[in-house]
């Protein structure tokens, strides 16, 4: 029996791993559960789970939850702060960590977690792109299980031997790509673009802030930086392929001309189970692919009709302080966007400027990253309040 904790149990991951956990209660005991700030939801899954902990980042939230839980005779402790969320992830108790946090604040959770050397399903992608090589050197240190729950990146690792890539046998990884719900649109037609239509991904039904991500491509160049540090490689040994149908979920080419690739139907609770309980399967409740109606289109990718993207391929180039930056503008930036306080080309914009306003120099330590990671929030965010009162302005 694996004992699990959620990081962002409330959440679009969240939800689809209690899925798996719930299909497999023979393997797996859910023990604990935590959210920013949907208390409502957190306590359903109180009730439902009864897992030891549960954190909420919200304290009044907390105190409410907590009184509710001792009311009702439910014995999970409750508990808030990002000191409590830390230690827990890092719990003597817990075997599996789900690091399914949304952005860079859940860096350091997921950090203790690999540092205690536990089974770490890593979905969310922002703490790698802005800690890579910090985090997988705390990975070899630890000897904590680095597990890819991003569905691309699980695809990568089942199609490469062991895990591992080696290059003496590998020509490219190919990144598949399915173009978002924008696909194939003119900047023209994308300028009025709202927030619902960009979270409306044709495939995938995902949180706010990735489902903008690939409406602008940014997520495929997130997924980019990832799939160097999860892999050990460099940008030039990626290539990024659209794939409108989200079923290959990416490929590995070998230097014999094989071509490896890992298809699904697109449904984020195959690569968690697969996170949950590689080497071995486990049931996930996912459809089997029917073979009789599938149609596979691939095309090549024009990183001029996706600014986002080439701004994060220079970063991905370059990587030092750059990919801190870019995740850290870009999440500054959707969050405006939402808002509506800027338009969607904006994004693109924001974060090119963002990254062009100094000379960042690369951290070196993790502190160094959460330093750098509030000097690029501060930077867009100022950025766009200019950006809003030139409009406010103009309007005058
Ligand atoms: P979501 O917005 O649906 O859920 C985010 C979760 O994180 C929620 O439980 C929320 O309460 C919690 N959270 C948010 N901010 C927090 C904070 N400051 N402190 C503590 N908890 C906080 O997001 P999602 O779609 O589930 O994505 C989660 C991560 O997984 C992201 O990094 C995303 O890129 C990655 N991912 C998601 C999918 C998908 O299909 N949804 C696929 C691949 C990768
Ligand atoms: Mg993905």
């Not at 199609?159 to 598949?176: F, M, R, V």
């Not at 298809?263 to 996930?284: F, K, Q, V, Y």
């Not at 095309?299 to 302080?321: T, V």
């Given at each position: 029996?694996?004992?699990?904790?959620?990081?962002?149990?409330?959440?679009?991951?969240?939800?689809?791993?209690?899925?798996?956990?719930?299909?497999?209660?023979?393997?797996?005991?859910?023990?604990?559960?935590?959210?920013?700030?949907?208390?409502?939801?957190?306590?359903?899954?109180?009730?439902?789970?009864?897992?030891?902990?549960a954190v909420i980042n919200d304290e009044v939230a907390a105190l409410d939850i907590s009184?509710?839980?001792?009311?009702?005779?439910?014995?999970?402790?409750?508990?808030?702060?990002?000191?409590?969320?830390?230690?827990?992830?890092?719990?003597?108790?817990?075997?599996?960590?789900?690091?399914?946090?949304?952005?860079?604040?859940?860096?350091?959770?997921?950090?203790?977690?690999?540092?205690?050397?536990?089974?770490?399903?890593?979905?969310?992608?922002?703490?790698?792109?802005?800690?890579?090589?910090?985090?997988?050197?705390?990975?070899?240190?630890?000897?904590?299980?680095?597990?890819?729950?991003?569905?691309?990146?699980?695809?990568?690792?089942?199609?490469?031997?062991?895990?591992?890539?080696?290059?003496?046998?590998?020509?490219?990884?190919?990144?598949?790509?399915?173009?978002?719900?924008?696909?194939?649109?003119?900047?023209?037609?994308?300028?009025?673009?709202?927030?619902?239509?960009?979270?409306?991904?044709?495939?995938?039904?995902?949180?706010?802030?990735?489902?903008?991500?690939?409406?602008?491509?940014?997520?495929?160049?997130?997924?980019?930086?990832?799939?160097?540090?999860?892999?050990?490689?460099?940008?030039?040994?990626?290539?990024?392929?659209?794939?409108?149908?989200?079923?290959?979920?990416?490929?590995?080419?070998?230097?014999?001309?094989?071509?490896?690739?890992?298809?699904?139907?697109?449904?984020?609770?195959?690569?968690?189970?697969?996170?949950?309980?590689?080497?071995?399967?486990?049931?996930?409740?996912?459809?089997?692919?029917?073979?009789?109606?599938?149609?596979?289109?691939?095309?090549?990718?024009?990183?001029?009709?996706?600014?986002?993207?080439?701004?994060?391929?220079?970063?991905?180039?370059?990587?030092?302080?750059?990919?801190?930056?870019?995740?850290?503008?870009?999440?500054?930036?959707?969050?405006?966007?939402?808002?509506?306080?800027?338009?969607?080309?904006?994004?693109?914009?924001?974060?090119?400027?963002?990254?062009?306003?100094?000379?960042?120099?690369?951290?070196?330590?993790?502190?160094?990253?959460?330093?750098?990671?509030?000097?690029?929030?501060?930077?867009?965010?100022?950025?766009?309040?200019?950006?809003?009162?030139?409009?406010?302005?103009?309007?005058?």
């Amino acid at each position: 029996m694996k004992k699990v904790l959620i990081l962002g149990s409330t959440g679009s991951i969240g939800l689809s791993t209690l899925d798996v956990l719930a299909r497999n209660p023979d393997q797996f005991e859910l023990w604990g559960i935590t959210a920013n700030s949907n208390s409502a939801q957190l306590l359903e899954q109180i009730r439902q789970y009864q897992p030891e902990y549960a954190v909420i980042n919200d304290e009044v939230a907390a105190l409410d939850i907590s009184k509710k839980v001792k009311a009702e005779g439910i014995d999970t402790k409750v508990l808030t702060g990002a000191e409590n969320l830390q230690e827990l992830a890092g719990h003597d108790e817990v075997d599996i960590v789900m690091a399914a946090i949304v952005g860079a604040a859940g860096l350091l959770p997921t950090l203790k977690a690999v540092e205690a050397g536990k089974r770490v399903l890593l979905a969310n992608k922002e703490a790698l792109v802005c800690a890579g090589p910090l985090f997988m050197q705390a990975v070899s240190r630890s000897n904590a299980l680095l597990m890819p729950v991003d569905s691309e990146h699980n695809a990568i690792f089942q199609c490469l031997p062991d895990g591992q890539y080696n290059s003496a046998q590998i020509e490219k990884i190919l990144l598949t790509a399915s173009g978002g719900p924008f696909r194939g649109k003119s900047f023209q037609e994308l300028s009025g673009v709202t927030p619902e239509q960009a979270c409306a991904h044709p495939n995938w039904n995902m949180g706010q802030k990735i489902s903008v991500d690939s409406a602008t491509m940014m997520n495929k160049g997130l997924e980019l930086i990832e799939a160097c540090w999860l892999f050990g490689v460099s940008s030039d040994q990626i290539d990024i392929v659209l794939h409108p149908q989200s079923v290959v979920h990416s490929m590995v080419q070998y230097r014999d001309g094989s071509v490896i690739a890992q298809m699904g139907n697109p449904d984020m609770r195959t690569p968690i189970a697969h996170a949950l309980s590689w080497p071995e399967r486990t049931s996930s409740g996912v459809d089997i692919l029917d073979f009789a109606r599938l149609k596979l289109d691939f095309e090549g990718i024009d990183y001029s009709s996706y600014p986002c993207l080439a701004l994060a391929l220079d970063a991905a180039k370059s990587m030092g302080a750059m990919p801190v930056v870019l995740n850290a503008a870009n999440e500054i930036a959707v969050d405006a966007f939402l808002l509506r306080q800027i338009s969607f080309l904006e994004i693109a914009k924001i974060v090119e400027k963002t990254l062009n306003s100094t000379n960042f120099s690369e951290p070196v330590s993790i502190d160094e990253v959460i330093a750098l990671d509030s000097e690029a929030r501060v930077i867009a965010q100022s950025l766009i309040d200019t950006n809003q009162q030139t409009k406010v302005s103009a309007k005058l």
